[in-house]
């Protein structure tokens, strides 16, 4: 098939970025930040090419790019997108440049190897998104741990390195299992293949063969480790310490872009993969996505850490995302999508805030807060835009994403009950209590604290960071037929394969596993 | 007479070897070593083994046992008490535990039966022992081994130096 | 005018643009409050052309949809943000616009010197905007969008002096209890919706409601998708059990009590209703759980409206009352008759909430009517608009209220039964008596308000649309007048808006003819009720005002009972908050994530640190214990071999 | 009678375990290391007797080879023992611990 | 005797070195400055050995009367043996004088012992194994106890010696026994008629015995207990020395000699005996690795839980065994060559230094030298893209291709405990400020090992192939 390099590029952009900062003496921090920045940027431009060229009417990958990488084991450096990968990378290289001008005054110590390890992580998430190659994504899923790792150990709070190793021993956890479900896969294809593969696209046709009492063992052990990334109940108590311990930019990322590698990874390998054992287990799952969704409301709204709340808040909000991947209507699907999108907007926004607060008054105490809405105005509207947009209030593109999911996992067929949807709307509640609630406890009221008197308003570099979150806020609001359209095909596909997997005759099936 | 033979120095070898390890004084210990390498050496006889029985007496019997009475005398160890005195019981399982290695050693040999594939043909057993087979088979086929043996010898000699050298330079 | 009657929308939002975005740097009130009632204004317009417009068309041409551009399209779901101009919503779209006007007009006058003047009225507008995609949206999300975004609205709007106190706790609390109390309906929307889609397959009005009478759908699927949305309604408008929100709204502005909880927004859920007809005409049972819960809370909100002493209070349960009536009208199948009654009743009860807000203005902001007393004189526009709504609401003819109340209490009666017409006619009964004690002790007697106020007729800004509104609330029933007066062309708002509700009607198919004198009889009761009402209160708080005393000692118990609206507010949170907050706290953070599932995950390290503590003391140092382990291994794996053998 | 191989082995075999025992149970360095030189001889003896009858002389060599192996062991074991003595005055092996855990 | 010009060509490797040794024994005799001549002189020589048999693994062949092979496997065993011993002896340059003691005949008996490996990998016959593992384990004895004014060195090279000379004991009786029932200690011959062979016991428990002794000498549970002590114990470039080089040549004794288990009938004899140890070290290892807070002892600990993981591979004993099985000990060469590198980098005087919490905010003020740590630590725990990781992935393949998919993931979850200590050490380093400001002294000549073995470790990570393609080729 005839390649397109400009996957390759968008990654090795970063990846050469990070190792050009190394050259930069550290004493010229600007220079650094500045180098970061642009680098970032192109790659997002690049992106933006890629977006452009993309064609939403094809539901396969596109501008797939596969270079022999180890013959022994026909491993290839194997990459592209489909629409629903294209969205994710989009809003990785839009979020990354953002992130690191927010963390210009955040992070002062250390800046040279902040950038690297932030474009390292770009690299990383890049990577996850777009390889087409089981072992390739692997790499990637693990190699992004380390530099997220270092984030929040070096920059991050108080407990940060107890945040930190717990983050990466239970990720690792969870993926080394999926490891070896990966090796068992490629070794499976050799069945009907005839050669050992880890080619998503080939294993895509095979993979459904598997005999279910032997699918269900694959596809825990990958569901088993996106679901610590999502992170879907009981599996998400890393996430609140992560997420609070590490520094703003880092909050934001693992927000914006690490829990939707989780979900992504669901919707790319569990559902094709295994779908018969994923529509067994999509009950099940679901129920944990329900109880995420009001277990985290409820959690979060007793929080007296605003960035513990937002954490919560996460958990709740991907809740959705899971219960509408696992719901597996085109509606639900394409909710989950634009979902994981909306929530990497709304929640980075509130992260973005918090630590825009945080750098002012570092306390995320609430009740150090209150009736600030007078010293900053500004802030304020910031704040209550943000939380409308995570509250998912129509207009906003909170709403389109949790509005399509609950619409379709009502009439999901597999979930055939209304009972997981009605419980999930009750979400839609609790994110008003505990959003509202916090916003009040902050922004309204008396200033009863005296500290907060003298608190600067947000100033440019901070408003130009966040005017295009809550631009594009509003533009999936209001017009989500945009992004809409790039994954409708792709999920669409993926709908289909859940409907009627490929069937092959069980002699097939038996192969070289029946010992098994 | 083969089979006078094999049971007179048998039961040495065995008995000393069971006295070597019971004495508590080394020199002994040592001597007796000595009586059971020869006991060997005979067995060795009896299996027409005329270079490897000659070698024994040499190399183990006298050079090896040698060094080692050397460094007990040069070292004078105190003696250990009485065996079976000091912490009986951990000595009583050690001792327990080698036997079930022998009992199993026995139970294999006797589950194998190599005497039924093995029948012994003592003209070429006597052709196999004597010295220019074994010469012509070293400086031939095992020439190898035969040099890594030199060179073995020579990190020992090296070793031995460094490490029993009496000051450092 | 019709096919422009996006406009209506988008004016507001272009003024909410500016007045947001810009207001802060405007310091011309002027200029800002012309930008925020001019949109509003030519809202108006358009609405009042295309109403014209559409008056001049056959009766089969009426409805006409803009379509702007398309929102969500996945699967067969299609939305997009279109606009649909028929009878009812051109309606309600006249009763926004115009009574918008006349309240942004008033608000000039009101806010006066606020130091967020701006925002203020980039709020307003907003509203606006919202309320008119709800009311104008030709399908159940686009209404959804309005829906919430009146909420936000209202929520904005109530915690508009966000460091104010009010009552026990803060404006923003008021704020805040109304958003929640609005999502809980929401909830109940969002299900209807969703079971809407799936048996219809489609949430396009006109899609969905043909589709209701073709497709043979069960009535219990009929009955929960109108339950749901019932649910939904109740939030917004404010019915029982979900009404408590509305008296804290009081906390916000009054031009804000009077444009969205009294005109407007609350009445969000009678129109969905009112639209949903088919739907609700299909599940009966459904249909009879509105009118009683309708009949209910307008019975017992008007009970509590008795006793209260603050002059929004008041007003708000009576407002609380009023929808009760029209979802009475909704429920007893009346549609025509409940949105005739939303019409009437956005006219006076927006020119009571102006006229209290008049007198809390001239009063600097004294709410407590036993503080007030004898302001006729002091502010004499004000006293007489005041009374002409007083009246109104009370049912005196030939003001407003009398021909739209009346007819719902003759449906109640007709399609319903004596019941409904019971409790309709007492709470008109106890309607007249609030507002005339209301009226009293505010404009009548002596003053009981210190030296210190000096109280003061407001200015023409905000004295107009009192005039204004007085008219219309005086006249604005002649429209609707019932044919037994009317004769052979019949009631003229009824035969306008027939064409939407001929459908339910058929399902309904309630006509059994009762007799003019019947309705001539209950006619009559009701106004001498009304009547015997306001002699009784002028009697009571005038001439012997001793008795309202004794009484309230006499019957201590309901008198408190009144006085703390039932308990209603203190047992939500005995019942549901509280215990939430509770569990969550102490059990789900505290117990389940913190120890349970974060001990599992630590407890499992501790054990391993634990096992490798101990496991190293294996390693003695002594070689001899080495050997010994060697040996050990080599007996295991001598014994695995013969016994594999 | 005649003498199989297996009496050979027996006796091999047992004085393999008496080694053993005695690596196991002797305290003094130098007799555990002539207590393995013992197990180096049984091993030889087996090696020879099967050479002699299976007739070929394979097994002598390896023999021959043990020994030197045997004698470098020894030169080098008995220098460390030197060693250690040197330090420590002592060759009981349980007294040498102070690497452990 | 050599047969042609072609045979001598192709043994050169083994006979560079040994040649070498004897020139390094004169140099050591006769020249004045052999301190700076003799380092360098064997690395030249190590690194002529150890590219000749890289570039030349090509020509496969048997010599020497059916006693060597050559090429293959063979060549890629001796250029790890060489080139891990050039990084050693590059370490040591600088570190042995910390000890003040210059000894000539430390670079000696480091070639001997590189010989022997060299000739267990090459070994085609029973006696040359036996030899070549003889002459490395008395090397190793000595440099264990090289340093001798040191008690814990005397200490560990008693104990290795006592230990390893019992464990002699029972490879020679287990070679005794294999030579009754096979009539020849030819390998080939072993390995051709392994099947009949395995019909009889004798022959089984002479194999079994075998395998004990190698088990003993990669050091795998339960026969794995001197090493923590020697590791602690003996100097530390020594130590990496047994960890990387003793290690990989007893696998490649195992895998020279029982070739058989790796292809043809009933090969999988030993899988449950093996699969057994592997599990236990793993989980030894990586959970006693944890308490330890000496990091040369920790280091020993990982290395027996990595035996583990290699004996994996010998348990699912497949074509890809073999070759993940070398990789991973090529990987695990040079990771450890690293980390025992640093570690005597910055060991100070007699043996400060060595406690992990000594490493606290090293990565202030040594940001090179922590970076390369931590990455050899990642590595070590087996995440991409580094070296280890890929190994671990090729014996999982292997062990998953012959349904031991159970003994995978009891691998991946031991693993998973095994990161917790690793990332110890990136704590501490990272997230710790320094309590002891202790100074190190700088030493190009190690700098240059740690740098080239730290590339190794990457480049083998993110581009396996080629070295794959090296090994599979001739498997």
Known sequence: MEQNSLLTYLILIPLIGSFLVLFIRKEQANLIRYTAFAISTIAFLVSLVIYFQFDSANSDFQFINKIEWIKGLNIHYHVGVDGMSLLLVLLTTFLTPLTLISSWSSIQEKVKEFTFFFLMLEVGMLGVFISLDLFLFYIFWEAMLIPMYFIIGIWGGKERVYAAIKFFIYTMFGSLLMLVAIVWLAVYAIGPLGYFTTNLIELYTIAPQIPMYIQIWMFLAFAFSFAIKVPLFPLHTWLPDAHVQAPTAGSVILAGVLLKMGTYGLLRFNLPLFPEASIAAAPYISVLAVIGIIYGALVAMVQTDIKKLVAYSSVSHLGFVVLGIFAMTQESIQGAVIQMINHGLSTGALFLLVGVIYERTHTREISDYGGIAKIVPFFAFALMFASLSSVGLPGLNGFVGEFLILLGSFQSPILNSWWFTVFAASGVIFAAVYLLWMYQRVVFGKVTNPKLDGLKDMNAREIFVLAPIFILIVWIGIYPGTFLKISDRSTAKVVKQMYNPIKVSPVELGLNQSKK | LEVILFFVFGIVAAITAVIMITRSNAVIAALYLVLNLASLAGLYLTLNAQFIAVTQVIVYAGAIMVLFLFVLMLLRPENEQKFLQANPKTKIFAMFVAFVVFAQLVYVIFFARPSQNISKDLAKSVEAGTIEAIGRELFTNYIVPFEAAGFLLLAATIGALVLAKKKFD | MRELIYLTVLLPLVGFLINGIFGSKIKNEKIIGLIGSGVIGISFLIALGAFFETLGLPVDQRQKIVTLFSWMSVGNLDVSFAYQVDQLSLVMALIVTGVGFLIHVYSIGYMHGDKSFWRFFAYLNLFIFAMMNLILADNFVLLFLGWEGVGLCSYLLIGFWYDRKFEKSTTSDAAKKAFIVNRIGDFGFLLGMFLIYMTFGSLNFNEVFSRAVTFNVSTATFGFIALFLFIGATGKSAQIPLFVWLPDAMAGPTPVSALIHAATMVTAGVYMVARTSIIFASAPDILMVVAIIGALTAFFAATIGIVQNDIKKVLAYSTVSQLGYMFLAMGVGAFSAGIFHVMTHAFFKALLFLGAGSVIHAMHHEQDIQKYGGLKKYMPRTYLTFLIAALAISGIPPLSGFFSKDEILWYSYANGNLFFWILGAGTAMMTAFYMFRLYILTFEGTPRFGHDKHPHESPAVMTIPLIVLAVLAAIGGFIGIPEIFSGEHGNQFHNFLAPLFKDADRKLATYNMHSHFEEILLMVLSVVFAVSAILFARYVYLKKPSIAVNTAKKFKGLYNLLWNKYFVDEAYDAAVVNPILQTSRSFLWKIADNKIIDGVVNGSAKIIDVVSINIRKLQTGVAQFYALVMVLGIVAAFFWIILSL | MNITIEYYLILSAFMFFVGVAGVLTRRNAIIVFMSIELMLNSANLTLVAFSSYLGNSIGQLFVFFVMTVAAAEAAVGLAIIIAIFRNKLTVNIDEINILKW | ?475
């Open chain 5, 1 to 475: 005797m050599f047969n042609n010009a072609q045979e001598f060509f192709n043994v050169l490797p083994i006979i560079i070195i040994g040649a070498g040794i004897v020139v390094s024994l004169l140099i050591e005799m006769y020249s004045k400055k052999s301190e700076i001549l003799l380092p360098w002189f064997s690395v030249f020589m190590f690194l002529a050995a150890g590219l000749h048999s890289l570039y030349y693994v090509g020509d496969v062949s048997i010599v020497l009367q059916n006693m060597l092979a050559t090429g293959g496997n063979v060549n890629v065993f001796h250029a790890i043996f060489t080139i891990g011993a050039a990084v050693v002896t590059l370490l040591s340059i600088d570190y042995i004088k910390k000890y003040g003691a210059y000894f000539g005949e430390y670079y000696i008996i480091l070639q001997t012992s590189v010989l022997g490996m060299m000739l267990m990998a090459a070994a085609k016959d029973l006696f040359v194994i036996f030899l070549g593992l003889e002459i490395m384990s008395v090397s190793f004895y000595i440099l264990a106890g090289m340093n001798r004014k040191k008690l814990t060195a005397n200490e560990a090279s008693l104990k290795y010696f006592l230990l390893g000379a019992f464990a002699t004991g029972f490879i020679v009786y287990g070679i005794a026994l294999i030579y009754g029932s096979a009539h020849t200690t030819s390998i080939d011959f072993i390995t051709s008629h392994f099947p009949e062979l395995t019909k009889n016991l004798l022959f089984i428990a002479g194999i079994l015995l075998f395998l004990i002794g190698f088990s003993f000498k990669i050091a795998a549970f339960p026969f794995h207990m001197w090493v923590p002590d020697v590791y602690e114990g003996s100097p530390t470039t020594v130590a990496a020395l047994f960890s990387t080089g003793g290690k990989a040549a007893a696998f490649s004794a195992i895998i020279a000699t029982l070739f058989a288990l790796f292809n043809g009938p009933n090969g999988n004899l030993f899988t449950p005996y093996l699969a057994v140890i592997s599990v236990l070290s793993m989980f030894y290892g990586s959970i006693v690795a944890i308490a330890q807070d000496n990091i040369k002892r920790m280091l020993a600990y990982s290395s027996i839980s990595h035996a583990g993981y290699l004996a994996i591979g010998l348990a699912a004993g497949n074509h890809d065994a073999v070759a993940g099985v070398i990789f991973y000990l090529a990987a695990y060469t040079f990771m450890n060559l690293g980390a025992f590198g640093i570690v005597s980098l910055l060991e100070g005087k007699n043996e400060t230094n060595l406690s992990i919490n000594s490493y606290a905010g090293l990565g202030n003020r040594k940001p090179l030298l922590s970076a390369m740590l931590a990455i050899i630590m990642f590595s070590l725990a087996g995440l991409p893209p580094f070296a280890g990781f890929f190994g671990k992935y090729y014996i999982f393949i292997a062990a998953i291709k012959s349904n031991l998919t159970w003994l995978a993931i009891l691998g991946v979850l031991s693993s998973a405990i095994s990161v917790y200590f690793y990332l110890r050490i990136v704590v501490l380093m990272y997230f710790k400020s320094s309590e002891n400001e202790f100074e190190m002294e700088s030493s190009r000549n190690s700098m240059l090992a740690i740098i080239f073995s730290v590339l190794v470790v990457i480049l083998l990570g993110v581009f396996p192939g080629t070295l794959i393609d090296l090994i599979t080729k001739f498997v």
